[in-house]
């Protein structure tokens, strides 16, 4: 699918590079190697502002579950956007 906006495509971005994150920071948990946060750099401030929850959505409802996955991430203390 298509992209509406340059934040957009960002959030794709950070949501694909969030899911392969995830993967090796879980190994790694369960081996007995816990893991801090995963500091993840964007240079889209709209991006990482939605994803922190400093921006609220108003007419971005295509982000989805993209959006909803990289919030439960950051809630879970498993990533910071910045």
Known sequence: HGVA???EAEKDGLFHSAQTGIIIWTALKELGHPQ???E???DNST???FT???LHQKR???WGMR???LRDRITQKHFKIY
Request: hydrophobic share 30%; net charge positive; charged share 5%.
């Open 5 to 7: 906006s340059a934040a």
């Open 36 to 38: 801090p946060i995963t």
């Open 40 to 42: 993840t750099n964007t």
């Open 47 to 49: 991006a990482a502002n």
């Open 52 to 54: 922190n929850s400093t």
């Open 60 to 62: 971005s409802k295509s």
């Open 67 to 69: 959006y909803h996955w």
